[in-house]
């Protein structure tokens, strides 16, 4: 069974940065498609940005891109969400996603129900 942990929210002004990170316990980070979803008050859980296993395709979400990166490290079982520019509108709780790897090929995953496990999130708050 794998484990996922987030760290790294927090509270910061609008127009700051900050790094979440997705620690994979349980089986290696390789063996899984990852992503990053939020859900802000009152609202859906939606999808922010997603990357293969391999770490060679990516996706971000319309309302987040030029401004967040997605990354990973699978030597360290981990996975990373860069944000940059946040806006209020980023606040929310960000839960990081695995889906297990069915093949060599690359791909990712933007429906959140195509997700096999879910970690706690980790809350970002952004001031304005």
């Known amino acids: 069974q794998v484990q996922l942990a987030e760290s790294g929210g927090g509270l910061v002004q609008a127009g700051g940065s900050l790094r979440l990170s997705c620690v994979v316990s349980g089986r290696t980070s390789s063996s899984y498609n990852m992503g990053w979803f939020r859900q802000g008050p009152g609202k859906e859980r939606e999808f922010v940005a997603a990357?293969?296993?391999?770490?060679?395709?990516?996706n971000l979400a319309a309302s987040v891109k030029g401004r967040f990166t997605i990354s990973r490290d699978n030597a360290k079982n981990t996975i990373a969400l860069q944000m940059n520019s946040l806006k209020p509108e980023d606040t929310a709780v960000y839960y990081c996603?695995?889906?297990?790897?069915?093949?060599?090929?690359?791909?990712?995953?933007?429906?959140?129900?195509?997700?096999?496990?879910w970690g706690q999130g980790t809350q970002v708050t952004v001031s304005s």
């Open positions: 996603a695995a889906r297990a790897r069915e093949s060599d090929y690359e791909e990712y995953f933007s429906n959140l129900s195509m997700y096999d496990y």
């Open positions: 990357i293969s296993w391999g770490g060679g395709r990516r």
